[in-house]
T-cell receptor, first 114, second 116 residues
Framework: AQTVTQSQPEMSVQEAETVTLSCTYD???????LFWYKQPPSRQMILVIR??????QNATENRFSVNFQKAAKSFSLKISDSQLGDAAMYFC???????????FGAGTRLTVKP | EAGVAQSPRYKIIEKRQSVAFWCNPI?????LYWYQQILGQGPKLLIQ????????DSQLPKDRFSAERLKGVDSTLKIQPAKLEDSAVYLC??????????????FGPGTRLLVL
C-alpha cells in the first residue's frame, strides 16, 4: 500500500523568509501524481502545486516550488517570501495514474510570524 | 465557476442518531469523493463515484455509512447510527477526470460533525 509521511507536525517561518516542508512516500509504482494541498483554519482545502512523476523538471507556482526526488521518493515544498496568508495546514498527497485513491499525509501546520 | 458546495457546515448529534450530508460537485465533474478527516489527521477516502456508479467503497464502514449519487450529480452521505468516533470533518471533492489538470481534486468546505 502506498503511504505518505510528513515528518514535521509543525513548522514556523518569519514573514518574507523561506521555508521547506518535507514529504516522503512509499510506492512500487512508476507513474503517479504528487500534490501539495493547503488547508487554512476552518476553510476549504485548495491545491497548491502538483507534479507528475514522469516529469523530471520540478513544478513551480509563483512563490511555491517543489523538490521532487523520484529515486529517494521525496517531494518537498518550498515557500519563498512567506506571507501571513500562507499560515495553514499543508498536506502532501499521492495518487497513481490508475488507482483513484488519493493518499494524504498527516499534515504540517505552518505558522508565519510577522 | 462555482466550487464544490456542501451542507450543512456544522452538525451536532447524539450517539446512535442519524445524520446526512449533502454535496454538489463542480458542474461537469464526473468523479466525486467523500473523505473523512479526523482532527490532526489527513483526509481518508470513504467512497468514490464515477457518474452515478461506485468505483471504490473499500474503506466505507458499510454497517453504518451509506452514500448515493443517484443522478450522477449531487451526492448524499449518511451515518446511521452515529458513534462517538465518527466525529470528524466530512469532505466532498470532485475531479474533472479528463483534460489538462483532470487529475486534480477540488474540495468543498466540509461538514464538521460532532457526536456527543
Amino acid at each position: 500500500a502506498q503511504t505518505v509521511t510528513q515528518s514535521q507536525p509543525e513548522m514556523s517561518v518569519q514573514e518574507a523568509e523561506t521555508v521547506t516542508l518535507s514529504c516522503t512516500y512509499d510506492t512500487s509504482e512508476s507513474d503517479y501524481y504528487l500534490f501539495w494541498y493547503k488547508q487554512p483554519p476552518s476553510r476549504q482545502m485548495i491545491l497548491v502545486i502538483r507534479q507528475e512523476a514522469y516529469k523530471q523538471q520540478n513544478a513551480t507556482e509563483n512563490r511555491f516550488s517543489v523538490n521532487f526526488q523520484k529515486a529517494a521518493k521525496s517531494f518537498s515544498l518550498k515557500i519563498s517570501d512567506s506571507q501571513l496568508g500562507d499560515a495553514a495546514m499543508y498536506f502532501c498527497a499521492y495518487r497513481t495514474y490508475n488507482n483513484n485513491d488519493m493518499r494524504f499525509g498527516a499534515g504540517t501546520r505552518l505558522t508565519v510570524k510577522p | 465557476e462555482a466550487g464544490v458546495a456542501q451542507s450543512p457546515r456544522y452538525k451536532i448529534i447524539e450517539k446512535r442518531q442519524s445524520v446526512a450530508f449533502w454535496c454538489n460537485p463542480i458542474s461537469g465533474h464526473a468523479t466525486l469523493y467523500w473523505y473523512q478527516q479526523i482532527l490532526g489527521q489527513g483526509p481518508k477516502l470513504l467512497i468514490q463515484f464515477q457518474n452515478n456508479g461506485v468505483v471504490d467503497d473499500s474503506q466505507l464502514p458499510k454497517d453504518r455509512f451509506s452514500a448515493e449519487r443517484l443522478k450522477g450529480v449531487d451526492s448524499t452521505l449518511k451515518i446511521q447510527p452515529a458513534k462517538l468516533e465518527d466525529s470528524a470533518v466530512y469532505l466532498c471533492a470532485s475531479r474533472p477526470g479528463t483534460g489538462a489538470g483532470g487529475e486534480t481534486q477540488y474540495f468543498g468546505p466540509g461538514t464538521r460533525l460532532l457526536v456527543l
